[in-house]
C-alpha cells in the first residue's frame, strides 16, 4: 500500500477506496494579486508565514495576530485524548473538528530514500471566538510547514478568497514566479468522491526563492463545500515531492470529509466570522 494512500485513510472517517495523484496547472484564479484580504485570511497567512518547526519563517519581524489561539499537540494525541480542544474530538490517531468535520491525523511516517521522516501535529489553531475558523498545523521534520484549515465563510465566493490569499501571501513572502502543484483524486468505499461530484479545487504554488541554497515553494489547495472553505497551506523544498503529495493527499482527504460531514449534519448558518 502506498504512502499517500496510508496517509488518505488515517485523515478519512470512513475507508478509502482509491487515492490518484496527478498534476495540475497553475489555476488562473491565483494569478489575480489585487484582493483586498479578509482579516481572517491576513491571520490565515500570518500563521503559515511563521509556521516552520516552531520558527519565524519568512514573517520579517511581524507579530502574529494576537487573536489566534493556539493549543499544542506535539504530534502525541494522549496529550489531548482526555482533553480535546475547544470544539474537537480525538480518537487514538487523530483530532476531529465537530462543526466542520475536519480530520488531522496526529502523525505519520512518511517513507522515502534517504530514510523516513514524520510528519507531525504540532498545534491546533482557532482564529475566532465561535470555533469556526480553525486549523492544524504540521511540520515535517524541520523541512517543511503543512497547515490544514476548515473556515465557515457561506457569503464569501472562492475567487474572492483565492484573491485575498494571494494578496495576503505576497506581504509575506518574496514570490519570484508561479507553479503548479499534484492534486490528490480521493474515493471513498461508498463511492464519495471529489471529482465529478465535487468541484475540482482550485491549486497552485509560488516560487519563493532558495532557503540555504535550496529553492523553495509555497502552495495553496482551496475548495468551498456546505459554507465551509477547505484549505492547505504548505512551504517546502521544490525538489520535496513527499511534502507536496502529504500536504496534497491531507487537502483531498479532508475535502471529502467536509463534505460527507456537512451532507448529513449541515452546520447552522450564523454571523460570519
Not at 486549523?135 to 490544514?148: H, K, P, Q
Not at 513527499?242 to 449541515?266: S, W
Request: aromatic share 8%.
Amino acid at each position: 500500500m502506498s504512502a499517500a494512500r496510508l496517509l488518505a485513510d488515517a485523515a478519512a472517517g470512513d475507508a478509502i477506496a482509491s487515492v490518484a495523484v496527478r498534476s495540475n496547472e497553475f489555476s488562473p484564479v491565483f494569478e489575480r494579486a489585487d484582493g483586498k484580504p479578509a482579516e481572517a485570511v491576513l491571520s490565515h497567512e500570518g500563521k503559515a508565514a511563521a509556521l516552520w518547526s516552531g520558527r519565524i519563517f519568512f514573517a520579517r519581524g511581524k507579530i502574529l495576530d494576537a487573536r489566534v489561539a493556539d493549543t499544542r499537540i506535539a504530534g502525541e494525541i494522549e496529550r489531548v485524548a482526555a482533553k480535546a480542544p475547544q470544539g474537537w474530538t480525538s480518537d487514538d490517531t487523530k483530532l476531529i473538528h465537530r462543526e466542520s468535520g475536519l480530520q488531522c491525523p496526529a502523525a505519520f511516517t512518511l517513507p522515502g530514500e534517504d530514510g523516513d521522516r514524520l510528519l507531525a501535529l504540532t498545534a491546533v489553531s482557532a482564529y475566532d471566538r465561535r470555533n469556526r475558523d480553525v486549523s492544524c498545523n504540521y511540520a515535517i521534520d524541520g523541512d517543511a510547514a503543512v497547515t490544514l484549515y476548515a473556515s465557515y465563510y457561506p457569503e464569501m465566493t472562492l475567487d474572492d478568497h483565492a484573491a485575498g490569499a494571494v494578496a495576503a501571501i505576497r506581504q509575506n513572502f518574496s514570490i519570484r514566479g508561479e507553479l503548479p502543484v499534484a492534486v490528490i483524486e480521493v474515493e471513498g468505499e461508498s463511492g464519495d468522491t471529489l471529482e465529478p461530484k465535487l468541484p475540482v479545487p482550485l491549486s497552485g504554488a509560488f516560487d519563493v526563492g532558495d532557503i540555504n541554497g535550496v529553492p523553495f515553494k509555497t502552495a495553496i489547495w482551496l475548495a468551498k463545500t456546505h459554507g465551509w472553505h477547505v484549505k492547505t497551506r504548505a512551504t517546502y523544498a521544490q525538489s520535496d515531492v513527499t511534502a507536496e503529495i502529504a500536504a496534497a493527499v491531507l487537502f483531498g482527504a479532508n475535502y471529502l470529509n467536509i463534505d460527507f460531514k456537512n451532507r448529513g449534519d449541515p452546520t447552522q448558518p450564523g454571523p460570519e466570522v
